[in-house]
């Protein structure tokens, strides 16, 4: 069965600081991959995806991601958090055409003033 | 656009109780999804619907029975009410299954719900 793994269950950064989260995922097939963001009482926003081409895909507030096909692996990154990135973000994958979204566990950020 | 919307946003169950959670997206999707979220699970998907007319069990459905009412609708029936169903459950939608701008689901904000 397809499976997702964050590794980092809880992160806390100072403002300014680099952030990565790290996410693998179990599937030999073609996949579609994706990072939702979940803000304190907020619903789940994508924050970016990748379907296909360039590996390194941006997606809103200065986020990023690599996805790196040889290690299973589509990986989150900024340069430089904020307070107000404190939230749980997940990390899902959707075996293509299925139309099914398998996600991670989450990782809840929090970023100190 | 409302995008996808729940009801209710809080519901508090006695076990035995009945109760159905209702969806609805304005986005004329084909898709659409239940999810229950639980700490440190992540969202597990308990049922969906592909397209109008279909649904299908999810990775977790046991305890539940869906309708998909017309393309706009989608609802979740918990017929007898159990602790473990203590969750937030979350809607989703998208327009279809390996459509050309792919997969992308879009969430409503949720449902909480404890049962006692």
């Known amino acids: 069965a397809q499976s997702v793994s964050q590794h980092n269950h809880h992160v806390i950064l100072s403002e300014a600081a680099s952030l990565e989260l790290g996410c693998n995922y179990s599937?030999?097939?073609?996949?579609?991959l994706f990072w939702y963001v979940q803000y304190p009482g907020q619903h789940l926003q994508l924050l970016l995806k990748?379907?296909?081409?360039?590996?390194l895909v941006k997606g809103i507030k200065g986020f990023e991601a690599e996805f790196i096909k040889s290690k299973f692996s589509f990986n989150l990154r900024k340069p430089s958090v904020q307070w107000s990135d404190t939230a749980e973000y997940f990390c899902?994958?959707?075996?293509?055409?299925?139309?099914?979204?398998?996600f991670g566990q989450g990782t809840t950020l929090q970023v100190k003033p | 656009n409302a995008g996808v919307t729940q009801t209710p946003k809080f519901q508090v169950l006695k076990t035995g109780q009945s109760m159905t959670l209702q969806c609805a997206q304005d986005?004329?999707?084909?898709?659409m999804y239940w999810y229950r979220q639980d700490p440190g699970m992540g969202l597990r998907l308990i049922y969906y619907?592909?397209?109008?007319?279909?649904?299908d069990k999810g990775e977790v459905p046991n305890g539940y029975n869906v309708s998909r009412l017309n393309k706009r609708e989608f609802s979740l029936r918990l017929e007898s009410a159990a602790p473990s169903q203590t969750s937030v459950y979350f809607c989703?939608?998208?327009?279809?299954?390996?459509?050309?701008?792919?997969?992308?689901?879009?969430f409503g904000p949720g449902t909480r719900l404890t049962v006692l």
């Open positions: 899902a994958v959707n075996v293509r055409n299925t139309g099914k979204l398998i």
């Open positions: 986005m004329n999707h084909n898709s």
């Open positions: 599937y030999g097939g073609t996949v579609n």
């Open positions: 619907s592909a397209s109008e007319g279909t649904t």
């Open positions: 989703a939608s998208s327009e279809s299954p390996g459509a050309g701008v792919g997969d992308e689901q879009f």
């Open positions: 990748y379907f296909s081409g360039d590996p």
